[in-house]
């Protein structure tokens, strides 16, 4: 009965900006780390970055200073700052939750972000 629901993709211009987010809902399981992933087209899925319960992060070099991971654990909700859009950062990106208790992870549907001049 987990269920994520992403939002916040689109078509925004190279140096342009976006905010993804990402919000869990259900019972029976306790988050200890959230993250992004993304697949860019024809390419292998990646991580983008992670933050943990204790708010440690983890961000992709290719994405770092330019992306930021953030969270409100009240609202079990992941987010995803993105600034300075590059075309290479066209993909659809992914939220995941790492669950502890039930010892499985959770994906997000998936959210297409398009850079276009």
């Known amino acids: 009965q987990v269920h994520l629901v992403e939002s916040g993709g689109g078509l925004v211009q190279p140096g342009g900006s976006l905010r993804l987010s990402c919000e869990i809902s259900?019972?029976?399981?306790?988050?200890?780390?959230m993250g992004w992933y993304r697949r860019p087209p024809g390419k292998q899925r990646e991580l983008v970055a992670r933050?943990?319960?204790?708010?440690?992060?983890n961000v992709a070099d290719s994405v770092k200073g330019r992306f930021t991971i953030s969270r409100d654990s009240a609202k079990n909700t992941v987010f995803l700052q993105m600034n300075s859009l590059k075309f290479e950062d066209t993909a659809v990106y992914y939220c995941?939750?790492?669950?502890?208790?039930?010892?499985?992870?959770?994906w997000g549907q998936g959210t297409q972000v398009t850079v276009s001049s």
């Open positions: 259900g019972s029976g399981f306790s988050i200890y780390a």
């Open positions: 933050i943990t319960s204790g708010d440690s992060t």
């Open positions: 995941k939750f790492w669950d502890s208790r039930r010892n499985v992870d959770y």
